[in-house]
């Protein structure tokens, strides 16, 4: 299994490092900001090898250079976005295989919330950072992709087993929960959930990762398919995507 470490950055951001103690081999999802990874690494005495990018937009990737002018790490990252990524030493596609230590993790596109966005899934380590994607109670905005592609990545990830931990980028779970309690106000773990997150934000303790199972409770994308749901949309007939759709246009408005 491998260690996974948290590290809040910027404002409301999300790095990721994942560690093989048999190896020593660390790699890093994600790079919002230097400072605080570079701090963490030191303190572990973890040397990195390896960041995996998800996306292309600048919170996700605006410490790569200092980080990688620190440690020489290689940078990983999506071929269909590497004109928009700092430059890679890797550039991959869906189904490409990544090892950290004795881990194999497989690439995942997951374009929606942009082109090219990708997931990186460790599964014997039960791990996916989703990034801006599935996110802890929603999913990322739709800047580039329509809502059928979304769709169609959130489906990928609903497949995983509902003991993957989704590993996403942001701190906007108390956000989420509060529009997805618009949708089914009598789901009855979605009301705890939103309680457990209070609790934990109340104490400055981050909401993420989730468990997947979690999220298929309690976070409406998700739950675009369930009778439920669609009815409360008044949408009982329509096509799974076109429920997503409706669900991601109100909350692009709330």
Not at 54 to 68: C, K, M, N, P, R
Request: proline share 6%; aromatic share 6%.
């Amino acid at each position: 299994m491998l260690d996974l470490v948290t590290i809040p950055c910027l404002t409301d951001n999300y790095a990721y490092l994942i560690h093989d103690a048999a190896t020593g081999q660390t790699a890093l999802v994600d790079v919002p900001e230097a400072a605080p990874i570079l701090a963490t690494l030191k303190a572990r005495g973890w040397r990195l090898g390896t960041i995996l990018l998800t996306h292309h937009h600048s919170d996700h990737i605006q410490g790569v250079a200092e980080v990688v002018a620190a440690t020489g790490a290689k940078v990983f990252g999506a071929k269909a976005d590497a004109h928009r990524l700092p430059p890679l030493d890797r550039a991959l596609v869906e189904g490409d295989e990544i090892a950290v230590g004795a881990e194999t993790g497989r690439v995942i596109d997951v374009s929606g919330h942009t082109m090219g966005h990708v997931a990186f899934l460790f599964p014997a380590s039960r791990l996916a950072f989703t990034a801006d994607s599935l996110m802890a109670g929603g999913c990322g905005r739709l800047f580039e992709g329509t809502p059928a592609t979304m769709w169609a990545s959130l489906c990928k990830l609903a497949a995983l087993p509902g003991d993957t931990l989704i590993c996403s980028g942001h701190e906007y779970t108390t956000a989420n929960l509060r529009f997805a309690a618009t949708v089914e106000p009598q789901n009855a773990a979605l009301l705890a959930r939103i309680a457990a997150v209070a609790a934990a934000r109340a104490e400055g303790k981050a909401t993420v990762p989730s468990l997947l199972s979690e999220e298929l409770a309690t976070n409406p994308f998700l739950r675009a398919p369930l009778p439920e749901v669609k009815t409360a949309l008044g949408l009982s007939a329509a096509p799974d995507a076109e429920v997503f759709a409706a669900i991601r246009a109100r909350k692009d408005k709330f």
